[in-house]
């Protein structure tokens, strides 16, 4: 309900800035740009969120790639262990 009126409201101030500026335009003949701050805002909003859901992405996959990364050194650990200790069935290399 307060979104909807968040958006309503928003709707009414974009028409009211766009009737000023034509208003003004053919006033005075100067123009002024209709595009709002608090659409900048909202495009800056979304930028900042988007960013920030990336760098959780990347947190994630970099964890991933340290995960494999140790995962690759104990396996690469227990192979030079077998090789070097004679493997399982007790012969030395």
Not at 30 to 44: A, C, F, K, Q
Request: no cysteine.
């Amino acid at each position: 309900m307060i979104d909807a009126m968040a958006r309503i409201s928003a709707a009414i101030g974009e028409a009211i800035t766009g009737i000023a500026a034509r208003g003004i335009r053919l006033a005075y003949g100067i123009s002024v740009p209709t595009r709002r701050r608090s659409n900048l805002e909202e495009e800056r909003d979304h930028a900042i969120d988007r960013v920030r859901e990336n760098v959780k992405d990347l947190q994630h996959w970099m964890s991933e790639v340290r995960r494999i990364d140790a995962e690759e050194e104990r396996s690469n650990e227990a192979l030079l262990d077998k090789l070097f200790s004679g493997g399982s069935n007790g012969q030395q290399a």
